[in-house]
Structures are given as C-alpha cells and as structure tokens.
C-alpha cells in the first residue's frame, strides 16, 4: 500500500513544493513531497485525493518524476496544452461541497488564490488544516536544523543592518506601511547583515521579521542567536526584539489592531500569514528588501568579482 492512502481524510488533499520560505532549496525536515511520492526534483504539487496521486511538475523534472515515483502516481505534465491546472482538475473531478484540504502554511497567498480562482464557480473549495497530514504518517521526520547563525561584518557587506532597516522604513512611509513582515529567508538574512545554514547550499536560517517604524523583532529559534550575534546588533546600533520562532501567528495577532497605517507583505509569503491580515489595510506587493538586495553596493561588488576571479 503506497504511504499517501493513508492520507485523504478530506475530499483530497494538495500537497505541494513545501515552501514557506519562499525558496525552492528545502531543508530535510521540509521535504514532505518527496518522503509521499519519491520525487525529489525542486518543483513540483502532489494532489492526493481518495482514489488517485498525481504529481505536477514541469519539463525539466518529466522523466526524473517518472523514474523516482512510487507506486500509484501518476505524471501531471505542466506547460502541455493538455494538461489542466491544479484548480482546473479538482473542479473537474469533484462535486459541488467538496473541500480540499491544504496546509496554509506551504502554499503561498499567491498560489492558494490561482487555484481557487480556477476553481470558482465550481463549488470546490480549498480548507486551510491546522496540522500537515503528511506528518502525522512520517514516523521518521527529520529534525529542524539547529545549527547557530554567524553574522556577517560591514566590511563584507558594505552597509550596516542599521542602515538598511531605515532605509526600509523609508520606503514603508512612502506606501503608508506601519509594519513590514518579511518572510524570504535570503531578505531576512541579506537585511540583518546574518548568514546560516538551515538550507544546505543556502546561506539563510529559519524566521521571520516584522519591522515598524520604531522596531525591529526577529523570530527565530533562540538557540541559534549566540552572543556574537547579540553583540553583532549592538555594534550595528539596532535594537532587535528576540522571539521564539513559533510565535509569530500570536503576535500578528496582537499587532494587527494596533495599526494605524497598511500591514505590507508579500504574496509570495504563505497564505498563513497572509490572510491574518485583513484585505483593506494588506500591501501585497513584492517587499522592498527584494528590491533593496538587487542593487549592489560598492562593497558587494567587489567581493563578487574577487570571487569570479577565484573561479577562472
């Protein structure tokens, strides 16, 4: 019996690219996709309903999906004329009523919304689960990575983290933003001057940031913060609030009613987060970190081509 029966307690169940960060590169921990079909390629959405699995993924991964899958899978070919999407299929195969059950903290607001739009009319909706259905049944789930994260001196990045938190600040006054929560690992780590190791072949480390015009807080496994980390934001001159990592949901919580301007964050961040804050104060556009990071400094600069120049 392949390892997903046991997972449709719902009309079906999505299971995509488990990406809450933002990024393609999983940790092993994060790798549920993989663990339920086999497939590891680093694109791909499961959707497991009572009687089927199918796995979409694009051209790149067609004949490594088909080689890797295990029993019972069948090969969604994404860009073909003929294959429908995600939402097109579901209100295809199901009734008016039927749920489909995601977890909303892997599906980006972004994702989430295509596939219900495909699905509109149709009567099928998508239900955020409070728990992955894929855990309950991986017995030997890999632990969270724990390793410590390191900070990175001006004299590598050309800016303090000081510098570019007010520069951020200035562009949440400009859309009228009294908080920003950044969810894209490689901006948290790009805008508080930090690197780790949570993501092999990524320098990034599980969490979140929430910035306001007064504040900066970090959520973040604790024991990850060492005191050249602590002492590293001291030396930059910012103030940074310490949280566990898991209570972020809890304080948007408690910060959502005390907004006077719009709460900014991406749609490329989960549907979690995302639908916590309400639609008429939500900035939805990309952050300014991302564009803020493309830019590179004379520093950063440098340092790119020193690197080139050791690979040639």
């Keep these: 019996m392949p390892p997903w ?16 960060l933002g990024s393609e590169y999983l940790a092993e921990c994060d790798m549920r996709r993989a663990f339920i079909s086999g497939f590891t390629g680093s ?15 694009d051209g790149r991964y067609y004949l490594q999906a088909t080689e890797e899958m295990g029993e019972g899978w ?37 994702e989430w919304k295509i596939i219900q739009n495909d699905m509109k009319g149709s009567g099928v909706n998508l239900i955020p ?13 890999p632990a969270s990575p724990s390793s410590t994260v390191l900070p990175l001196a001006i004299k590598y990045t050309g800016k303090s983290c000081k510098h570019k938190v007010e520069e951020v600040r200035s562009k949440m006054a400009e859309k009228g933003s009294t908080l920003l929560l950044v969810t894209a690992l490689d901006e948290i780590a790009w805008l508080l001057n930090l690197r780790g190791s949570d993501i092999d072949y990524n320098p990034v480390f599980f969490s979140y940031v929430l910035v306001t015009q007064t504040q900066v807080h970090l959520f973040i ?75 590179k400094n004379t520093v950063e600069t440098q340092g790119e081509l020193q690197f080139i120049g050791l690979r040639t």
Aim: one cysteine or more; aromatic letters at 6%.
């Design 221 to 295: 496994d604790e024991s990850k913060v060492t005191l050249a980390v602590r002492n590293h934001f001291n030396e930059e001159d910012l103030p940074v609030n310490i949280h566990a990592y898991n209570k972020i949901h809890s304080f948007i919580t408690e910060q959502i009613p005390e907004q006077t301007g719009k709460v900014w964050i991406s749609s490329d961040g989960s549907y979690s987060l995302n639908s916590m804050v309400p639609e008429k104060i939500r900035i939805s556009e990309i952050t300014p970190i991302a564009l803020m990071k493309a830019i």
């Design 74 to 110: 069948t090969l969604m070919k994404e860009g073909l004329p003929v294959t429908p999407s995600q939402g097109k299929y579901l209100s295809d195969n199901f009734s008016e009523g039927s749920r489909v059950g995601v977890d909303p903290n892997v599906l980006s607001y972004e």
């Design 5 to 20: 029966s046991d997972c449709s307690s719902r009309s079906s169940v999505a299971t995509p690219l488990m990406k809450p």
């Design 43 to 57: 694109a791909g959405t499961a959707i497991i309903t009572e009687s089927a699995a199918l796995m979409w993924t």
């Design 129 to 141: 689960i409070a728990t992955n259905l894929v855990d309950l049944i991986w017995e030997d789930k």
